[in-house]
């Protein structure tokens, strides 16, 4: 059985954000199982797929290290490249059925990659207590969603955190974050910056320390950020540092279109 590792939301190798996927099953392996192997993959998310009666149709789960989790972008995004780009499945619109229900990945002629997501809106709330203490920056807003969101002043700041993640996972409880523990950082770009948002992922809460480019957090930023800038699409980079990636996502309803690209790093076999 194969398994590969792609660079989501990547222009080139080595940037983006890495997802292990597991060529398709006949039937769901144990859950033990895919968890062990995530584990061992130590990459943000392994994927897994299903096979279905309809060649493009699958079913999809995805595995942190640490846990099985309900939304993720980028493993959908690589899982949605091997099948078009390694595996030869020639559907013009692949559909996935995940626990956050049917996602749907496009692929143009260009390449570019097009997910159509569930949007997550936030609510404002006060800054817990501490939570400032625990990114080490002066925080302007404070929002509540599946994730926690906090918009710092600046770039500058933003790209400079060194978090207290042992704090954010303490702070970030499900009054804040329904994922508790997961908090993304957010601002406006520079405005020479070729995007208009630029943010940060800290999830120790899911056992990532920091994720490189999350596409379920930006089912939360594109709403945000459409609403309070009044312009719709936006170009979104996540600033991970030595690596990070970007996106255009479009808010139409509630759906939130993200688009980007993938590139394959490793094809492997798997012995177990």
């Not at 597991?22 to 968890?35: C, S, Y």
């Not at 490189?212 to 800038?229: D, N, Q, R, W, Y």
Request: net charge negative; with cysteine; proline share 8%.
């Amino acid at each position: 059985m194969k398994q590969y590792l792609i660079d989501a939301f990547a222009e080139r190798p080595f940037t983006g954000n890495p997802a292990c996927v597991v060529e398709p099953f006949d039937v769901w392996p144990e859950a033990g199982w895919m968890q062990t192997l995530a584990m061992e993959n130590n990459q943000a998310e392994t994927a897994y797929l299903l096979k279905t009666a309809d060649p493009a149709r699958f079913g999809l789960r995805w595995f942190t290290p640490a846990l099985e989790i309900p939304l993720c972008g980028h493993a959908t995004l690589a899982s949605a490249h091997v099948l078009m780009t390694e595996l030869g499945v020639t559907a013009e619109i692949l559909t996935f059925d995940t626990l956050s229900g049917p996602l749907r990945v496009r692929r143009d002629e260009a390449g570019l990659y097009e997910l159509d997501f569930p949007a997550r809106p936030a609510r404002p709330i006060p800054t817990p207590e501490g939570l400032e203490a625990a990114l080490g920056a002066p925080i302007r807003e404070t929002w509540a969603a599946s994730y926690g969101v906090a918009i710092v002043e600046n770039e500058a700041i933003l790209r400079s955190l060194k978090p207290d993640l042992a704090a954010i996972n303490r702070i970030c409880t499900q009054d804040m974050a329904q994922e508790r523990g997961n908090l993304i950082v957010a601002t406006l770009a520079d405005k020479e910056a070729p995007y208009q948002v630029v943010s940060r992922f800290f999830a120790p809460g899911s056992g990532i320390p920091e994720d490189p480019v999350t596409g379920s957090a930006h089912c939360i930023l594109a709403p945000l950020f459409t609403e309070k800038l009044g312009q719709n699409p936006l170009t979104f980079f996540q600033a991970y540092p030595g690596r990070g990636g970007g996106m255009i996502c479009e808010v139409k309803g509630d759906r939130v279109l993200m688009r980007g690209r993938a590139v394959t790093v490793l094809e492997g076999e798997l012995r177990v």
